[in-house]
């Protein structure tokens, strides 16, 4: 099932790595790596807890626990603990995810008290639930089904919340269906999500389609990759809750109708200097320089392989990891740290389906 390009020379030098992935062909659940961050090698992978469709993942920042969606019939939202030295996962409990098709989740640490907030796609709501101090999760304490449509009537006939972003207490849910990345408030204490009076939601351009979302390191501004139109928009948390530029994905002349390209995936360097996102159908990276807060396009390169839905830079900056979910394969780029160009490498694995890498807290 898997195939290695390069293996991880030194343990002290590498890092703990899951996947999350779909189970319709044959990966069968949560799997770990571990990848060399000295020389972007990555390990075999080995599946470390079998269930269906474990399609996103989420570390808590501090401690070793892991927290999965699960797509069934039914929504399941699972807490595990981690064992750092190999990777096995231990369950701790799961919790039934109210609403349909849950696509992503984020971990919100507070020493008031921890929470997991939870994007259904398929009915377009937010779900959040406390996290207990064994790292057990608890009954659910919110659940808000937005409302609306946008003009794409082939995927915007209603809400889909694709991604949810955690901000102290602020939250921000993107849904792109309505255009629009919706803000809440959460309570720490309990959990609960409420809508802000004074909070300005961003609205995006009709039929953008609005997917996930980056923070620039000041938290000035905001850039949203947009699924439907193949575009970065950027706001001023400072000025308006509208976009004050949108830029294309794509490279100058591709076309993004002709190629039936959806963008997928946007990350910030840790540096705050470089923007990446996504392409499938295209299947290419895009690499942005941040100028004075706006992007500008550098390259855009193969991905690899066919589809990224996903991809994550390693901890160090030094290297970036793509999903490419129909070609089963993680592929390895190093990153030029002064251009923040993606330098394609020999390294990956093979993995049916991948749709997310996680790095645990080694």
Not at 244 to 268: F, Q, Y
């Amino acid at each position: 099932m898997f195939t290695k390009s390069g293996s991880v020379a030194n343990e002290t030098d590498s890092l703990r790595l899951f996947i999350g992935t779909y189970t319709q062909q044959e990966s069968r659940g949560i799997y770990t790596s571990r990848f060399n961050s000295e020389h972007g090698t990555l390990e075999v992978p080995r599946l470390v807890w079998e269930c269906d469709n474990p399609t996103f993942l989420a570390l808590h920042p501090s401690k070793p626990y892991l927290y999965a969606i699960g797509k069934f019939p039914t929504g399941m939202l699972r807490a595990f603990h981690y064992n750092k030295q190999d990777g096995c996962l231990e369950l701790l409990n799961e919790q039934e995810i109210p609403g349909q098709g849950p696509c992503h989740l984020t971990i919100c640490p507070s020493d008031a008290g921890d929470a997991v907030i939870v994007a259904n796609y398929g009915s377009g709501s937010v779900a959040s639930f406390p996290i207990l101090n064994d790292g057990r999760i608890g009954t659910v304490a919110s659940h808000i089904t937005h409302t609306g449509s946008g003009p794409n009537t082939a995927r915007q006939q209603t809400p889909h919340v694709h991604g949810v972003y955690s901000d102290g207490s602020t939250i921000a849910a993107v849904d792109l269906g309505i255009d629009r990345v919706i803000y809440y408030h959460l309570d720490p204490a309990t959990a609960k999500l409420s809508k802000p009076a004074d909070s300005a939601d961003l609205q995006l351009a009709p039929g953008a389609g609005p997917r996930h979302l980056a923070v620039s390191n000041d938290k000035r501004f905001i850039y949203v990759i947009n699924e439907l139109d193949s575009t970065v928009s950027v706001f001023d948390r400072q000025t308006s809750p509208h976009a004050i530029r949108s830029v294309s994905t794509l490279a100058e002349g591709k076309n993004a109708a002709e190629l039936d390209n959806t963008a997928a995936e946007i990350a910030l360097h840790p540096s705050g200097n470089f923007l990446y996102v996504s392409n499938r159908g295209d299947d290419s990276i895009a690499v942005f320089a941040i100028e004075t807060g706006m992007p500008v396009l550098i390259q855009s390169i193969s991905s690899g392989g066919k589809t990224p839905r996903f991809f994550c830079l390693d901890p160090t900056g030094q290297f970036l990891l793509a999903c490419n979910q129909d070609s089963g394969n993680v592929c390895v780029f190093a990153v030029n740290q002064t251009t923040g160009t993606l330098i394609p490498t020999d390294q990956y694995i093979h993995v049916f389906q991948p749709a997310c890498l996680v790095f645990g807290n080694d």
